[in-house]
């Protein structure tokens, strides 16, 4: 029978780690992770976005080359070279949860690229056209016209984004960074016989994070298209 | 880089180039088994999930939520550790113990704990988002073409096989090749249960002599390569488009797509 006391005991251990220590862990650290990698990856990606978008032609060639090497490769390489890089280049070690929330935001933003660039793409051309005929620049058509017009339309998607890089934080587990699934790893080999127990546990957290996002994009999309 | 040589010969020669190729083909085993179960065990999720009984299309909903919202990394966890320790320990012998019939070049054992966990793992991972690109295949399908088929005197199953799965098989191929390619890049995370892949070796001689960079560098290039080439076979290999192709999706359709389609880890 399982025995999910093994959870009981160890629940702040999961929850926050050593938070009261200044060393944050756990589902805490995991979404302090994610947060920090989303709000990073937004800025990024929805940089390249509008570059791609302004500037067409080589600058867009270059961006998607780029977002497509990063998605060719598995984000563990991704996490392997900035861990490999950083020290090289900068002289210097950022601690190893900065390095994997970087190699996060990284990979993530050009996921955040395609969700904003397909969400301004799919609006008319006549919304441009428009816009430029009222005198506008195309920066100002951008910033002005399409990406508030564009934003409920990329919404969903970057829910999906979130869901993937909160499910991505996991991989912190390789490189040992004591988030949600780290912890999970050192309870289990600690205690050795509860690995049932632990990993389903870990599972449904994951779960029910994942769920409630999904939940409300879902929400979201009903509230604002009831038609569709 | 900082005055250090590049030496190429350290990691594709002797022990390290042994390595390499060894944890190459495992990754590519690793990858046809996970996508032959993922394949199957998707035909049948899809079943559950648009059967015309609602109970039933309920437990087809849960697992594929289940198994969509949770990090890959964590399954191959609860398969290795959990999931294997309790099977009949009769099985367990069997599966542990060295067969000669199973070892496939170079030295890759493939009736392991680590690797059945692994192809399992990925298969019923990647299962689950197969089915939802299929459902979102058959659902952009216009409505007569069901109605035409239950009308000339077609059951259920029959209108499925034979009308509309051909059709959407065809219409969501691109998203399901993507699907595939996401199984061979996350067999990667199979490392952290010592699976010896391509991801496990490229470790294993980072620790052994050092030349992080060459390592890491002819393993990015290999999985870059190996996507290039397993996206260009699925590409061939798949159904050519219908010609009667539903009209495009609105934005709100292109967009709720794209949230069916996070699959990474």
Sequence with gaps: MPDFSVIIDNLPYFLWGRAFDGEPGGL????????????????????????????????????????????????????????????????????????????????????????????????????????????FSRLEVLLYVLLPQAVPNILPSLAGVLISLIKDTSLAFIVNVPELTTVAGQVNNRTQIYATEIFIFTGAVYFVLCGLISLSAQYYQKRTQPAG | MNGIALDFAGVLTGLPGKWLLSGFLMTIYVTIAGSVLATILAVLLLGLRIAPSAPVRFVGIAIIEVFRNTPILVQFLFWYFAAFSLLPSSVRIFISTDHAWAVLPVNNLILSPEFLSAAWGLGLFTAAFLAEELRAGLNAMPRGQREAAISQGFGHWATLRLVLLPQALANSWQPLVTQYLNLMKLSSLASAISLAELTYQVRNIESYNAHTFEAFAVGTALYLLLGLVLGQILTRLGPRPHTNRPARPTPSEAAAKVVGASSDA
């Design chain 1, 28 to 135: 805490l650290l995991t979404l302090i992770m994610a947060l920090e990698a989303g709000v990073l990856s937004l800025i990024l990606g929805v940089l390249m976005a509008l570059a791609a978008w302004l500037f067409g032609g080589w600058t867009r060639r270059i961006l998607f080359a780029w977002a497509d090497f990063i998605r060719g490769i598995p984000l563990i390489f991704v996490i392997f070279w900035l861990y490999f890089l950083i020290p090289a280049l900068f002289r210097t070690d950022l601690p190893d949860t900065l390095t994997v929330v970087l190699a996060l935001a990284w990979f993530t933003s050009a996921a955040v690229m395609y969700s904003t660039l397909a969400g301004i793409e799919a609006l008319s051309r006549g919304q441009e056209e428009a816009g430029v005929s009222a005198g």
